[in-house]
C-alpha cells in the first residue's frame, strides 16, 4: 500500500505544531529524513526499522525542544493536515541543559543502538563546536512531507520566522546534512560558512548563515 500523500490541492496555512500532533510531527520529519545522509550513518539499518527509529528520535527531539520559544512549527491544511514541519530555538536556547541530555540518554540508547549512539555522539560534538556564540535563531531540523518537494511548502515554512529575524535584525543558523539542499537555503539568503567532516569516514555537514535582511528594518523599540 502506497504511503505517498495525496497531491496539495488546498491552501495551507503555517502555525505553531499542536501537542496532539507529536506523533504526527516525529513522523512527517521520519519520512522527510528517512534518506538523508546523516541520519543514515547514525541510524543503520533497513529502511523500515531506521525509519521508526528517525521518527522516535524526532518526538525526543519535539521533547526537548518544548519548553523554548517557537519550538515546532507546521504548515498545515484546514483540514488539519500537516505538510511540514520545522523545530526552531530561539537566541540563547539552542542547547539543551546538560540534566535533560543526561536524563535523555537511554531514550537515545534506544534509538540510536550500540552502533550508533557513538556516531551520535560524534555528530552532537562536531557540532556543538562549531556552533556560532553569536545569538541567533537556530534551525535543527526542517522537513516537508514525501511527494511535497519543490513545491513552496518548506520556503512557506521557514519564510515566517525570516520574517521576523529580519523585523528583530537577528540572524538565522543551520546545518545542511545533504549538498542538495544547499541551494534551497541560499535562496533563503542563508550562506556556507565552511564544511563539518564527521570522523571515521562519516558524511559531511555544512553550516550556513544568514543575516538579517537591513532592507526590513528592526521593530521599533
Not at 496532539?20 to 539499518?45: H, K, N, Q, T
Request: hydrophobic share 40%; net charge positive; charged share 20%.
Amino acid at each position: 500500500m502506497s504511503t505517498r500523500p495525496a497531491p496539495l490541492s488546498a491552501g495551507y496555512g503555517i502555525r505553531p505544531a499542536r501537542p496532539a500532533e507529536s506523533a504526527a510531527v516525529a513522523a512527517l520529519l521520519a519520512r522527510a529524513f528517512a534518506d538523508d545522509p546523516v541520519m543514515a550513518w547514525m541510524i543503520p539499518g533497513a529502511d523500515g526499522e531506521r525509519e521508526r527509529r528517525i521518527a522516535r528520535y524526532f518526538r525526543l527531539a519535539r521533547r526537548q525542544q518544548r519548553p523554548r520559544a517557537a519550538a515546532v512549527r507546521v504548515a498545515a491544511t484546514a483540514e488539519g493536515r500537516l505538510l511540514g514541519a520545522a523545530l526552531w530555538s530561539g537566541p540563547g536556547r539552542w542547547r539543551t541543559s546538560a540534566v535533560r541530555e543526561l536524563a535523555a540518554l537511554p531514550r537515545y540508547a534506544g534509538i540510536f543502538g550500540l552502533r550508533g549512539m557513538p556516531r551520535a555522539g560524534e555528530v552532537q560534538e562536531v557540532m556543538h563546536e562549531a556552533h556560532p556564540a553569536e545569538p541567533h535563531w537556530y534551525l535543527p531540523a526542517v522537513g516537508t512531507d514525501r511527494g511535497l518537494q519543490g513545491m513552496g511548502v518548506g520556503s512557506a515554512l521557514l519564510r515566517q520566522q525570516l520574517a521576523d529575524c529580519d523585523r528583530l535584525g537577528q540572524p538565522a543558523y543551520l546545518e545542511s546534512s545533504n549538498i542538495t539542499n544547499v541551494p534551497f537555503y541560499e535562496k533563503l539568503g542563508f550562506r556556507v560558512t565552511g564544511e563539518l567532516l564527521l570522523p571515521n569516514g562519516g558524511p559531511t555537514l555544512w553550516p550556513m548563515w544568514r543575516g538579517p535582511d537591513p532592507a526590513a528594518g528592526r521593530a521599533p523599540r
